[in-house]
């Protein structure tokens, strides 16, 4: 059973930064695709940004040139700056081997104005 565990969110001021990480139970490198999604009250669940194993990235467009994914041997990590109030929203790292997803429990963003 894979599992996989956010830390870094929190309450955060508009223009403000914060930095969310994942740890998984297994080698990071094990997992085709790792990734980032939020879902803020009321909205589906959306993606944030992956990372394939071969280290290529993608964001969603509300967030290019604001947030960037990285990772190192042990974590998968989103970088979050330049916050605004529409990025409030739990944050759920996420991993696919195959056609099999994994998820984490979720971290809470809240951005006030």
């Known amino acids: 059973q894979v599992q996989l565990v956010e830390s870094g969110g929190g309450l955060v001021q508009a223009g403000g930064s914060l930095r969310l990480s994942c740890a998984a139970s297994?080698?990071?490198?094990?997992?085709?695709?790792m990734g980032w999604y939020r879902r803020a009250p009321g909205n589906q669940r959306e993606l944030v940004a992956h990372?394939?194993?071969?280290?290529n990235t993608n964001y969603a467009d509300s967030v290019k040139g604001r947030f960037t994914i990285s990772r190192d041997d042990a974590m998968v990590y989103l970088q979050m700056n330049s916050l605004n109030p529409e990025d409030t929203a739990v944050y759920y790292c996420?991993?696919?081997?195959?056609?099999?997803?994994?998820w984490g429990q979720g971290t809470q963003v809240t951005v006030s104005s």
């Open positions: 297994r080698s990071i490198f094990s997992f085709n695709v």
């Open positions: 990372i394939t194993a071969g280290g």
């Open positions: 996420s991993a696919r081997t195959g056609l099999t997803w994994y």
